[in-house]
């Protein structure tokens, strides 16, 4: 249910562990890959992140 959630074109937050320091970044899920359990969002400057699902802290999704 949550990566059906994960597919939808919304803005969403996600805050992350990465080198033990909790970061944030807000953008759209560009793809997720459960092969190698990583997320692509591209953020409002349309750069793409990598994300792998198990730095993640929690998901919000933004409302307009």
């Not at 320091?21 to 759209?28: A, R, V």
């Not at 190698?36 to 990598?50: G, H, P, R, S």
Request: glycine residues 4%; proline residues 0%.
């Amino acid at each position: 249910m949550v990566l059906k959630e994960l597919g939808r074109n919304r803005l969403i937050i996600i805050n992350y562990y990465k080198n033990g320091f909790l970061e944030s970044c807000k953008g759209y899920i560009q793809k997720l890959n459960l092969h190698d359990q990583t997320i692509y969002l591209k953020d409002e400057k349309q750069n793409v992140l990598n994300i792998q699902l198990s730095w993640i802290h929690d998901i919000s999704a933004v409302n307009r």
